[in-house]
């Protein structure tokens, strides 16, 4: 089936700094989506992004969606130790009803 | 988030037997889904509601069964538990078509030995 290529799987982190992850695909996609998920806890959305190019923040957080719609990039500046979990992108498939989701990214910030 | 409440919240069951696992949803969205959570395969699509009475399936649905009397519950279950069904299972609903993003409950932890 569909597949998305989440990178990196997992990363440790000093408190303070920037983070980035991204995920790709051959497909194309015209909505991404990026969520966070706490232990024993449903993934939460973050950000959303439905046009190709489009730069989206909410607070420390900033994803785009990219030109080729066949991938998204999430930074986090200035990390903290609540910004421990994994990341998860979704993409939505043209003409579907069906989010694809990437196998997550776990992040560990180090105090 | 979305008013979702996923029922049971944990559940430990005997291989062979039958499960059934509730999603209910207070905001009248039409689409429901049922995922699957399993470490180093992220979230697979089981089932998918797209209206009431209207269900298809996702890309692991063997051994998987739905059903959605109602717009507020989508009901999974598995006839015949075996153990690679052990997993967390998460509801997840979203408002109308389009590109409008989903939104998840907190899950259900199964096991089946």
């Known amino acids: 089936g569909q597949q998305l290529n989440q990178s990196p799987q997992s990363m440790f982190i000093q408190e303070g700094e920037d983070v980035s992850m991204n995920c790709t695909s051959s497909?194309?996609?015209?909505?991404w989506l990026w969520y966070k998920q706490d232990p024993g806890e449903g993934p939460v959305l973050l950000i959303a992004l439905y046009k190709a190019g489009e730069l989206t923040s909410n607070g420390r957080l900033t994803a785009q969606f990219g030109i080729t719609r066949k991938d998204s990039f999430l930074n986090i500046s200035a990390s903290i130790p609540s910004d421990v979990g994994i990341y998860f992108c979704a993409g939505l498939l043209s003409g579907t009803y069906k989010y694809i989701f990437g196998t997550g990214t776990r992040l560990k910030v180090l105090a | 988030d979305a008013g979702i409440t996923q029922s049971p919240r944990h559940k430990v069951t005997e291989t062979g037997t039958p499960v059934t696992l509730r999603c209910h949803q207070t905001?009248?969205?039409?689409?429901m889904y049922w995922y699957r959570q399993d470490p180093g395969h992220g979230l697979r699509l089981i089932h998918y509601s797209y209206g009431v009475k209207d269900t298809d399936k996702g890309e692991v649905s063997d051994g998987y069964s739905v059903s959605r009397s109602k717009t507020e519950d989508f009901l999974l279950t598995l006839e015949s538990a075996t153990s690679s069904q052990t997993s967390v299972y998460f509801c997840?609903?979203?408002?109308?078509?389009?590109?409008?993003?989903?939104?998840f409950g907190d899950g259900t932890r199964l096991s089946i030995l």
């Open positions: 997840a609903t979203r408002t109308g078509g389009g590109n409008q993003p989903q939104h």
């Open positions: 497909s194309i996609f015209n909505t």
């Open positions: 905001e009248n969205h039409r689409y």
